[in-house]
């Protein structure tokens, strides 16, 4: 049988597979070739070196679950919609399950920090515009966008490190369904009133 030939893109899923498995020191360039049935001549080919392969694997999650998710959701025109399904889409099953709290757990890795730090403030700047356009001012607007990426962060560490014990968390089932969706509500209501005031109340302006 004739080998596929390899791409960037093939080494670069494999690396962030295996960064899902087992962090950053799992991308091994000898052990992604025997997965790949391929020889390192074969990443050389592609790739100057081992940290060269991280940060296109980096640059890859960073454009397929950043850059694009945000493109493909601007055909939704009601800020509302849009944010469930973002968060639909986030926190539905990936096609790489683990890898974002690999990632995050890894963020003082200097191949990384900059690419961590650099999604990390396009997705809330992303949410505060969004809860802008549900009606908050910009400091309520950003104070939620923090709040829900952290409660993003947390369901998918949770889901990662105890989906066993709290199955409301995990991909698929009917009571993760019903938690998705009682999260996804809670997130698309913009909480911006003033101090004592209630989901539902005043708005801050």
């Known amino acids: 049988m004739v080998k596929r030939h390899l791409t960037p893109d093939d080494w670069s899923t ?15 360039v000898n052990a992604l070739a025997g997965e790949l049935g391929a020889t390192r001549g074969s990443f050389y080919w592609h790739f100057k070196d081992r940290d060269a392969l991280l940060t296109a694997a980096l640059e890859r999650w960073e454009t397929d679950h950043t850059t694009a998710l945000i493109s493909q959701l601007e055909d939704i025109s009601d800020p509302r919609q849009r ?26 890795h200097p191949r990384v920090a900059p690419i961590l730090r650099r999604v990390t403030e396009q997705r809330i700047a ?17 104070r939620q966008a923090v709040t829900a990426y ?3 962060l947390g369901w998918v560490e949770l889901r990662r490190a105890a989906s066993d014990l709290v199955p409301e968390v995990d991909a698929s089932g009917e009571s993760a369904t019903a938690a998705l969706e009682h999260l996804i509500t809670w997130l698309t ?6 101090q004592g005031t209630g ?3 005043s708005v801050e302006r």
Request: zero cysteines.
């Open 14 to 28: 494999a690396a962030l597979q295996a960064m899902a498995r087992g962090g950053v020191a799992a991308v091994s």
């Open 150 to 152: 952290a409660a993003y």
């Open 126 to 142: 992303y949410l505060t515009d969004l809860y802008t356009d549900l009606g908050l001012a910009p400091a309520p607007a950003r």
């Open 83 to 108: 944010l469930a399904a973002l968060f639909s889409t986030a926190l539905g099953e990936g096609d790489i399950s683990g890898l974002e709290p690999a990632i995050v757990a890894h963020a003082d």
């Open 199 to 201: 989901a539902g109340g």
């Open 189 to 194: 209501v913009a909480h911006g009133g003033h």
